[in-house]
């Protein structure tokens, strides 16, 4: 046992090469790996404890985010000085190698820095947080999370999407959420010509009122917009609280089976598209000549 133990000992303490007058010896290289797979599960599991935590105390979701990104990138710093301490390695050996990684990161990387900056601006300002609903584009959907690189959103049909965080500060974003959850909709309803608008405009309203998602204060307001080509046009506009698109279309839904129903009861005529033909002159119908042979 104890010659195991000397050959071990000689073995760790044997110089493998030099890094100026600091020698590197292969129990230096063999402790590498393990402190960092250790250091890295510290930081893990100590990002954990400190996120649940803050949340515990009801701090915001948005910076709990940020006080993890930011515990999690101090923490791996940290770690690599520890790292190039265990081995003797002195910070002046990399400068060089840093001049050269900063040329390559000023030509290579461009997209992939700004990419980093958007998110801690992100995460700093706030101008999106965690559960917003944005319409980016053609897309609408959830925020879920705010990366470094990219912020992911699920869409309203489920899909997750991930964007490039400077993509959300260099174009066009509709945050429905970044104040309040109260929005601005409505409902376009056209009706025969010859209907009693002054009771299609009580119909719409009383319709609209009804609904307990609808707020009372802006009131709700129903306008006679226009004569169509084939209708005469109301539109009501109202004000709800809503988290998702769906919520909106839902309750449009909702308020539409309710009018249909109303303007059942007391005879309106939802309007359709309708054309009057006039004919110059006489038209003469005349009976066709059968085909030999054919009984009709």
Do not use: C
Request: glycine fraction near 8%; charged fraction near 20%.
């Amino acid at each position: 046992m104890g010659d195991w133990l000397e050959q071990f000992d000689r073995f760790v303490s044997t110089s493998l090469f030099s890094i100026g007058d600091a020698p590197i010896t292969a129990g230096r290289i063999l402790l590498v790996p393990l402190v960092l797979i250790v250091g890295l599960l510290i930081i893990r599991m100590a990002g954990r404890i400190i996120s649940n935590r803050l949340a515990a105390r009801g701090t915001n979701p948005d910076l709990v985010h940020f006080l993890r990104r930011l515990f999690f990138i101090l923490a791996t710093i940290l770690l690599g000085f520890t790292l190039l301490e265990i081995l003797n390695v002195p910070l002046t050996a990399f400068a060089f190698v840093s001049g050269a990684v900063a040329i390559g990161l000023g030509f290579g990387a461009q997209n992939i820095i700004n990419n980093f900056i958007s998110g801690w601006i992100l995460m700093w300002e706030r101008p999106i947080r965690i559960g917003d609903f944005l319409e980016v584009g053609p897309d609408k959907g959830t925020v879920e999370a705010i990366n470094t690189r990219s912020t992911r959103i699920r869409r309203v049909d489920g899909v997750h999407l991930l964007i490039p965080n400077s993509t959300l500060l260099e174009t066009n974003v509709v945050n429905w959420t970044l104040i309040d959850r109260t929005t601005r909709t409505m409902i376009r309803v056209g009706v025969a010509y010859g209907s009693p608008v002054a009771l299609v405009a009580e119909l719409i309203g009383q319709a609209v009122k009804e609904r307990e998602d609808v707020l009372t204060e802006p009131a709700p307001k129903v306008f006679f917009e226009d004569f169509g080509d084939s209708a005469l046009i109301f539109d009501a506009y109202f004000w709800i609280r809503a988290t998702v698109e769906r919520d909106l279309r839902e309750i449009r839904s909702n308020i539409r089976f309710r009018i249909a129903e109303l303007f059942d009861q007391n005879g309106i005529v939802i309007a359709f598209p309708q054309r009057d033909v006039h004919l110059d002159g006489s038209l003469t119908i005349r009976q066709g000549i059968l085909p030999e042979g054919d009984a009709r």
